[in-house]
């Protein structure tokens, strides 16, 4: 059922381009060795810049055989490392998750005081480099910084422990899911909310009844990238981690350590695993934005239907 | 239910959307808000419903205050003008959401809403599309679940923003008829927003045309375009020849030319300066005939520049001595223009059956300077 949905939205997509991408006229058309030239070099880029160093991580993840290649991602420490990873997603993508929509809610939908600065600020992580964003961290929770005494004092760990990770990684990730909602919901306008409200809808009924279905396929787009990003992460976490090992570290923490003590083998292992989630999470992102992208095409008004 | 607005007042900004407006809407009646875009017609629809929060004034429905009730509780209808039908549900599910979101115990059964729902598609003629999603309904159809939509709450009141704005013009012609059929078998109190007279003066019971933010006249479709209270109301409803000149003892001065002007119109309080309306249609064209020179008498001549046959009535184009850039227009019927076979070029001599005085001032230029 699925598959019959995804094949027949695909076809009517390249329908849709044909016209663009063959049709092009004779004074729009390239002489053939221009062409050539320019679609080799294209592909030639493309070919040593993302796909050999994608195949280079699985071929030496595998160089030494199966064997040592699971081995590596059942030894003690990368399994506290996946489970670390998952478990700051698992925080920090929900949250981001309210966070982003209630954010996008009301940059849309109202008019406010400060509503630029609000916009700035969660653009905010997108311009500081990660590192600082770690080092942000360690100077209010760190060991000499503002809450510092007031921390050991109750004996609160944050930096070098996992709330660390967590706060560094919802840092970075604050902006996805608003980022990817704002211009959506702006461009749906307020419609068909003040049409529920006028129909009695409560404010809680609106959301469930008409907002969110209205943006459900652009809000599963932010949390794929949201998680991507949050399991990902590694500047920001390399500063407040600690790096002890089995203990905080993140899987791309760990391949650092791994590779840095010449465990080639096992670093790209675990690499790897980061690798194939990114490929799965592309592949999500495409049924999804085949998805939207079907809605979209059906919102095209058809007012030859009539009669 | 009837609805009155008591000095109603909303500014955005610099902006004055409605000034002072004070309005009374009569149960069961549909009346229009007529003027152009800005006046304030919309923001007005959207203050009566709640939808938007006065800066001054109340609105009454049944003699009661209702200024302070939520949306919610005003228990209207909005047809929006853009439909903003729910685009994930389908034409029964949109119908259905007004009593699905009621209060548990108010809410009806599902069968009580099956029921309703195919009742209101049927009186919209759409029920065959009860599966169908928005996406996939024409502008017209998307109009009419709308206004199902609406009605399942059992709205006291009926508010339309526009209804037939986005439509082609012949769906909306159609859609007009029966609109005012619905509104003559339900007879809820109704109020459309339009910019377009047509519409106005033919659907509605009531006119209200509005400027800037006031109301320039309230009446029925007779009396606006008739009588028409001002300028601004003179020239939004149809078409008029408007000539500039000075009130003389005898009538109107333009350039070395009198319009002669009854004695009733001469005595009304303008003075001075004046401008002259005249519709096309009271508009007479006449030939220099020697033998009958008194005919002539208060014309002015001038030459067709143009004829247009525009259906059944004549459209002809006349030179204008006051000023060559506008040319004066009259309408003919084929009858008189039959009669009178003119020909392009021809000097002729145009006289006034019917014209209304006003004083030149304020409205061009307020326009200008606002």
Known sequence: MAGSTTMATTSTLSLHQAPGAKGGSSATTEPAFVCWLLIGSALAFLTLFLFVPLVAVFVEALRKGFGPFFAALVEPDAVSAIKLTLITAAIAVPLNLVFGVSAAWAIAKFQFRGKQFLITLIDLPFSVSPV?????YVLIFGANGWFGTYLQDND??????????????IFVTFPFVARELIPLMEAQGSEEEEAARVLGAN??????????????????????????????????????????????NTLPLHVEILYNEYNFSAAFATASLLALLALVTLGLKSIVEWRSAKLIDADAPTENIQK | MSISVHNIGKRFGAFTALDNISLDFPQGELVALLGPSGCGKTTLLRVIAGLERPDEGKVLFDGEDASRRDVRQRQVGF????????????????????????????????????????????????????DRYPSQLSGGQRQRIALARALA?????????????????????????????????????????????????????????MNKGHIEQIGTPNEVYSKP?????????????????????????????????????????????????????????????????????????SKVQRILAIGTLIRVELENPANPLVPIEAELTRGQFDELKLEEGESVIVRTKNVRIFPKIDYLANRVSV
């Open chain 1, 203 to 248: 404010g809680f009924q609106i959301f469930w009844k008409v907002t969110l279905p209205n943006i459900k396929w652009g809000l599963i787009y932010g949390v794929i990238l949201c998680n991507a990003r949050a399991m990902g992460e590694f500047g920001a976490v390399s500063v407040v981690s600690g790096h002890i090992r089995g203990l905080t």
């Open chain 2, 79 to 130: 047809v929006f003008q853009h439909y903003a039908l729910f685009r994930h549900m389908t034409v029964f599910e949109n119908v259905a959401f007004g009593l699905r979101v009621k209060k548990r115990h108010e809410r009806p059964s599902n069968a009580e809403i099956e029921r309703k729902v195919h009742e209101l598609l049927n009186l919209v003629q759409l029920d065959w599309l009860a």
């Open chain 1, 156 to 169: 609160i760990k944050i930096i070098f422990a996992v709330p660390g990770i967590v706060l560094a990684t």
């Open chain 1, 132 to 136: 600082i964003a770690g080092l942000i």
């Open chain 2, 229 to 301: 209270a001002t300028q601004f109301v003179y020239g939004f409803l149809g078409s008029a020849n408007i000539f500039h000149g000075r009130i003389q003892e005898d009538g109107l001065a333009i350039g070395d030319h009198t319009l002669p002007l009854d004695a009733h119109t001469l005595e009304s309080e303008v003075d001075g300066d004046a401008v002259a309306y005249a519709r096309p249609h009271d508009l007479e064209i006449i030939r220099h005939d020697p033998a009958n020179p008194d005919q002539e008498e208060g014309g002015i001549p």
């Open chain 2, 153 to 209: 709450v059992e709205p006291k009141v009926l508010l339309l923003d526009e209804p037939f704005g986005a439509l082609d013009a012949k769906v909306r012609k159609e859609l007009r008829r029966w609109l005012r059929r619905l509104h003559d078998e339900l007879h809820i109190t109704s109020i459309f927003v339009t910019h377009d007279q047509e519409e106005a003066l033919e659907v509605a019971d009531r006119v209200v045309v």
